[in-house]
């Protein structure tokens, strides 16, 4: 082993502080609604938020559930392409993994209810992030 091979290895370890968040903002499967009666027991309860694209339901955890778990309605009326649909759920799920550690525990049902306008990806990534964050925000406190 050389003085290269060291550093390189160094390198490609995280050290303990990254180690120790990395778990904290993973999103799992037991973060995720699965079945249709997940979603639908969520869909009847509260409306949290309301947004110029997205609303925001929940319902009370299931006896024995540790954590947040997010469900995801994006409608093809409401979101053509699939890039389109896939982008918001990608936003979506980043702006849950980064505050589901601070939510209630709860299971919370995000559906988009209006169209989403032409425009670049970027913009539509960007403009869902922001709703999505302003929602779970206002879920915290």
Do not use: C, W
Request: glycine residues 6%; hydrophobic residues 40%; without cysteine.
């Amino acid at each position: 082993m050389n003085a290269g091979d060291a550093s390189q290895d160094a390198i490609a370890r995280p050290d303990a502080l990254a180690a120790s968040t990395r778990g904290l903002y993973r999103f799992p499967p037991e973060a995720r609604l699965h079945r249709p009666s997940e979603f639908a027991a969520a869909l009847k309860g509260r409306r949290l938020a309301r947004g110029a694209f997205f609303v925001l339901t929940s319902a009370a955890a299931a006896p024995g559930q540790d954590t947040a778990r997010l469900g995801l309605i994006i409608a093809k009326r409401f979101a053509p392409h699939a890039s389109t649909r896939n982008a918001i759920k990608r936003a979506i799920r980043e702006s849950f993994r980064m505050t589901r550690h601070t939510l209630p525990v709860a299971d919370y049902v995000v559906r988009l209810n209006a169209r989403v306008p032409e425009g670049s990806l970027t913009h539509i990534k960007r403009t869902t992030r922001d709703e999505a964050d302003g929602h779970f925000r206002r879920v915290k406190r």
